[in-house]
């Protein structure tokens, strides 16, 4: 079934109200339908991280080398020769791109990334999804209004509080004025997701080609075509093995990675050693001030490949979701940190020597002796270099899913000791088919890099933007410590990025054209999941139309259960009224349930849930809010339907048991874990956790005029509405056995005749097309195709 439904919009896309008259039906409707403000509870059990004993902190700091480092650890390949790309002219040119290398290394992954920004985790997870949920949970800046007081009421729901007059507040007020800031916001957020993905795209074809180029120094015959043939090989085989999981893959990788970096310090200092013990002046920054000195385009245009040597540091913070910071930190300072420094000092000490050999500077720097055991490890190694974009890339894309922002795909959890750990089929195959085609488009690491910077520097300055709203808001820094920050910050990353504009004709184009269509992507299903939002707020039922119906909602109540999903917490959907319009006959019992994703990482079990009910209590609605955060899954073994049920059976119990024993007319169930709820109720001073609606005498408190008597010995109790046996759960038990339907709706969004052309084709074209290839709500939920009714509207905008 479908209808034509006409909305009208608002400008900045708010909807207009049809007026201000609010008499008694409203305040009628209001009081039937009021929001969980005490479903929520405040189960004040902390969460608290993760304890890790030493034993089990360097287990994890070793196979995070698998995971979070493999990309920065690979950057040894190919630095030297995307900084020289035409060949070295002065050899004292060599010390000063080392000594940028040294104290880039030092700025910006160690100082800024692994002792700042890694601090600014929404409890454990990292990435730009991570610092806007921060944010989101600080401020009223997203988007989507579906937030509502009792969601602050999650144990993981952690926010600051800042005094009226302060900084933080005026940042806070000024951010929430206007829908073009929050607008502004959420777009800063996507493109540097989308400039992480990428990175997912880039590091692979850069790291596999560069190892495999290896083969032409000790192989001079082979040409390029073989080499990126063979770089193809490896490229199809890594994306392979993704659906093994993290854990595996990085117990797996850690060893190869652990074993490289201490390859390449061995093989730095041997270097140093035998070569130029002089390189280690570079450590003096005043080699830095000499070597831009000396002048010419050439060496400002170098800082674009000095710049590689940082790159993995976006999925470092990424990646965080994947093991305890902690582990990371440990990890970088005792192992990637010191082992980068004597490798790139031992690469610069080298060239001092034989300058000529810029191009393959990292295999002809290698010992004749272990040239092939090490090229081995060098392709391990670089193989591992792409695992850490791919995982940051499926942790981007859940965060990205959960805030709205992404179609619904597929998520596989690979993990059972840890919740961060996913696989995403569709984008595994996507990455991997652009990947290959990046590389054989190419066939030139250095064009490749050139596109892989421009990719970097911008994910960084993405990052220094939100850390300073981070650093205002939820750490509540002085403005000094924000201001240095930032200026520190901004003058590094700007610097780098005014040197890849200039390669933007040379390959730095690439991530430009990738990110913007993952942004078109991202922003036009955000655009229309906001409009489909926005058409339920407006054209909801009023709840006293629903009452004037009676109790049989004016149409035969067969035996069954409905189950209507809808994404209003509060309200009777559209889609409900437009069903019991063109069918004779409803459920007997209807329950609406909205599932809302929260800015938080994850929703305890036992607070998912939150039950109450709608009406009298023969009118058997209930209203059911399930809450998931950003990294929670709905796997196939989660049965969604029998803990929605558990819940709500729950709340019929402790219902009854407070009636009679409060003077509440509100009181609500959040929980599906019934013996900690049993635990709460037999304490007396938190019987406002548990709450239904008396909601016959609260009818009649507003009907009846001012100073009436309410006629409480008329009030119909539960027990008399179960068609004379039973109580409501074996009423409702019975019903459940009789059947349960899910009832869905399927919005269908279309664009008006007058709308200007681009909202046309983004709405009519981009918004159909990915509405019509990505999953479905029932697929999420593992609905049966036999229990599943799909109510169709259409919603002009």
């Known amino acids: ?45 902390m969460y608290k991280e993760k304890k890790f004993s030493a034993f089990l902190l360097l287990q994890l700091s070793f196979q995070s080398l698998g995971v979070v480092y493999g990309d920065l650890g690979t950057s040894p390949l190919y630095v030297f ?42 409890n454990g997870q990292g990435g730009t999804f991570a610092l806007y949920s921060l944010l989101c949970r600080h401020a009223k800046v997203s988007t989507i209004p579906n937030q509502h007081r009792t969601d602050e009421e999650l144990t993981t729901y952690s926010r600051t509080t800042f005094h009226e007059h302060s900084f933080a507040a005026q940042t806070k007020r000024w951010l929430e004025k206007g829908t073009s800031r929050k607008n502004s916001l959420l777009i800063l957020v996507l493109v540097g997701t989308c400039m992480v993905i990428g990175d997912g795209i880039l590091t692979p074809a850069i790291s596999v080609l560069s190892a495999a180029g290896g083969l032409r120094v000790n192989l001079p015959h082979i040409n390029n075509g073989i080499v990126v043939v063979v770089a193809v090989v490896i490229l199809v085989s890594l994306f392979s093995v993704q659906h093994y999981g993290t854990d595996r893959v990085g117990w797996l990788f850690a060893p190869i990675v652990f074993l490289w970096f201490l390859f390449i310090a061995s093989i730095g200092i041997y270097n140093i050693w035998k070569h130029d013990p002089s390189v280690l002046k570079a450590f003096s920054p005043v080699y830095i001030y000499r070597y831009f000195k000396r002048g010419g385009q050439d060496r400002w245009t170098s800082l674009g490949g000095i710049m590689l040597s940082i790159t993995g540091i976006e999925a470092l913070f990424a990646d965080l979701s994947h093991f305890p910071v902690s582990a990371v930190q440990f990890a970088f300072t005792v192992i990637v940190f010191p082992c980068l420094l004597l490798a790139y000092s031992g690469q610069a000490a080298y060239l001092r020597k034989y300058p000529h050999h810029v191009e393959d500077a990292f295999y002809q720097s290698i010992p004749k002796n272990v040239y092939w055991p090490m090229f081995i490890i060098a392709t391990a190694a670089a193989i591992v270099a792409s695992q850490a974009t791919i995982s940051a890339t499926f942790s981007l894309i859940k965060q990205a899913l959960a805030h709205g922002c992404f179609p619904r795909v597929k998520v596989v959890h ?175 019992v209807v329950v609406f349930v909205c599932v809302k994703n929260l800015p938080v990482y994850t929703v305890p079990q036992e607070e998912r849930f939150l039950v109450k009910r709608i009406g009298p209590k023969n009118f058997h609605m209930f209203r059911c809010v399930a809450r998931y955060g950003y990294r929670d899954l709905h796997k196939k073994d989660d049965d969604f339907e029998k803990r929605l049920f558990e819940s709500l059976f729950l709340f019929l119990r402790l219902e009854s048991m407070m009636e009679g024993c409060s003077d509440s007319e509100d009181y609500s169930v959040c929980g599906s874990q019934q013996q900690q709820s049993r635990d709460r109720v037999g304490n007396g001073n938190e019987s406002r956790n548990v709450s239904t609606f008396d909601t016959f005498e609260s009818i009649e408190s507003v009907i009846a005029p001012s100073g009436a008597t309410k006629r409480s010995s008329h009030t119909i109790t539960g027990s008399s509405q179960m068609s004379g046996e039973g109580n409501e759960v074996e009423f409702i038990n019975r019903c459940r056995d009789a059947g349960v339907v899910h009832i869905m709706g399927n919005t269908v969004i279309r664009a008006r005749r007058e709308a200007r052309f681009y909202k046309r084709i983004a709405i009519d074209y981009v918004y159909a097309f990915l509405r019509k290839i990505c999953r479905e709500n029932s697929a999420i939920f593992n609905v049966p195709q036999e229990s599943l009714l799909n109510v169709g509207q259409i919603f002009y905008v």
């Not at 190419?442 to 993405?462: C, D, E, H, P, S």
């Open 1 to 45: 079934m479908a209808e034509r439904v006409e909305a009208s919009m608002g400008s900045g896309g708010e909807i207009d109200e049809e007026g201000d008259e609010r008499g008694s039906m409203w305040d009628l409707d209001q009081t039937l339908d009021q929001p969980m403000d005490e479903e929520a509870g405040r189960l004040r059990n």
């Open 81 to 122: 020769y995307n900084t020289f790309p035409r060949g070295i002219t002065d050899p004292e040119d060599i010390i000063g791109a080392l000594s940028l290398i040294i104290y880039s290394l030092t700025l910006i992954p160690l100082l800024k990334y692994v002792f700042v920004v890694c601090k600014a985790n929404d």
């Open 414 to 588: 690979t993990s059972r000791k840890f919740l961060g750990q996913i696989y995403v089929p569709d984008i595994n195959w996507i990455l991997m088919i652009l990947c290959i085609a990046v590389t054989a488009g190419f066939k030139n690491q250095n064009q490749i890099g050139n596109a892989y910077g421009t990719a970097v520097v911008i994910v960084m300055l993405v990052t220094t933007l939100l850390m300073m709203l981070i650093m205002i808001l939820v750490w509540r820094c002085h403005w000094v410590l924000v201001f240095l920050f930032t200026f520190l910050s901004l003058v590094a990353e700007c610097t780098y990025f005014s040197a890849v504009l200039f390669k933007v004709n040379q390959g730095g184009w690439v991530p430009l054209v990738i990110a913007s269509a993952f942004l078109i992507i991202m922003y036009v299903w955000h655009y229309g999941t906001l409009k489909r939002y926005e058409f339920e707020m407006h054209s909801k039922v009023s709840m006293a139309w629903i009452l004037g119906l009676g109790p049989s909602l004016g149409l035969v109540r067969v035996p069954g259960i409905g189950l209507v999903y809808t994404e209003l917490a509060s309200g009777v959907p559209h889609i409900f009224s437009h069903f019991i319009t063109n069918l004779p006959a409803t459920h007997s």
